[in-house]
């Protein structure tokens, strides 16, 4: 059974169809997690631990480019792209509210808590980016990593 509750039979249907049309974006956002988590581990061990030790000529924080950094760069940008969407998205819920007539407060409070809502979790995916930039594009040498 596809919902373990009981439910009527109509929202039961509905469920199954919305979830047939909504789990491959669901599926490619989770290997787009999925694959930023292993980038992000693989840049870690590569530019801040020591697996290099023993290889000859190479300098911890020389600012050299493996293909972790490429990875990660890419997740970073993917990681901006949805941060703006969402804030694309609660612009759209700002103007809404913003529109209301003053008469509509039932209306006005249902906005207000997905604005506060979206806000709350806009700010939480403000930070991987961020942190991020800061990571790839700084010139981190040895001493400030460790």
């Not at 974006?25 to 694959?35: A, C, G, K, V």
């Not at 870690?44 to 697996?51: E, K, P, Q």
């Amino acid at each position: 059974m596809f919902v373990t509750h009981t439910v009527h039979a109509d929202t039961q249907v509905f469920l199954k169809l919305k979830w047939s049309r909504c789990w491959p974006l669901y599926l490619i956002y989770m290997l787009l997690d999925f694959f930023f988590l292993i980038s992000l581990g693989g840049f870690t061990l590569a530019h801040f631990g020591r697996i290099y030790d023993g290889q000859v000529n190479y300098e911890y924080g020389s600012g050299k480019k493996n293909v972790w950094w490429f990875l990660l760069a890419f997740c970073h940008v993917y990681k901006c792209a949805f941060t703006l969407a969402r804030l694309g998205q609660m612009s759209s819920y700002l103007l809404g509210f913003c529109a209301m007539k003053k008469d509509a407060a039932k209306e006005r409070s249902s906005i207000l808590e997905k604005t506060v809502d979206s806000l709350v979790y806009l700010l939480r995916s403000m930070v991987p980016p961020i942190l991020i930039g800061f990571v790839l594009y700084m010139d981190l040498s040895e001493d400030w990593a460790r």
